[in-house]
């Protein structure tokens, strides 16, 4: 059974920082995508970052001025760390899972098993 487990949210101020942590177990394949996506009531959840393996290849978006993306390759977790927060980065952070491709996983159309989600909030 496909899971991922997210961790690292929270709440911070302004200009602070957090690192999203998602592992993903339950599957044996080689290739295969990870990404963060993130949602706010009422909008559509909006692509943040993804890591494909094995290559390790990876894409930030709009963010990746202030976001930097990493991997574990054995442990098949990706990290995001997020630097400079701002209230409007404030969301509900899901991480999901391509099994079929290691495209870059830019789209939620494309995510076979989601993650339980973690809040992220900056507030003062």
């Known amino acids: 059974q496909v899971q991922l487990v997210e961790s690292g949210g929270g709440l911070v101020e302004p200009g602070g920082s957090l690192r999203l942590s998602c592992a993903a177990s339950?599957?044996?394949?080689?290739?295969?995508?990870i990404g963060w996506f993130r949602q706010v009531p009422g909008k559509e959840r909006e692509f943040v970052a993804t890591?494909?393996?094995?290559?390790?290849?990876f894409d930030g978006g709009s963010e990746s001025g202030r976001f930097t993306i990493s991997g574990d390759k054995v442990k098949r977790t990706m990290y995001l760390q997020m630097n400079s927060l701002k209230p409007e980065d404030t969301a509900i952070y899901y991480c999901?899972?391509?099994?079929?491709?290691?495209?870059?996983?830019?789209?939620?159309?494309?995510?076979?098993?989601w993650g339980q989600g973690t809040q992220v909030t900056v507030s003062s």
């Open positions: 999901g899972v391509d099994v079929h491709s290691s495209l870059p996983l830019r789209v939620p159309g494309a995510v076979d098993y």
């Open positions: 339950g599957f044996s394949l080689d290739y295969y995508s």
């Open positions: 890591i494909s393996w094995p290559n390790m290849s």
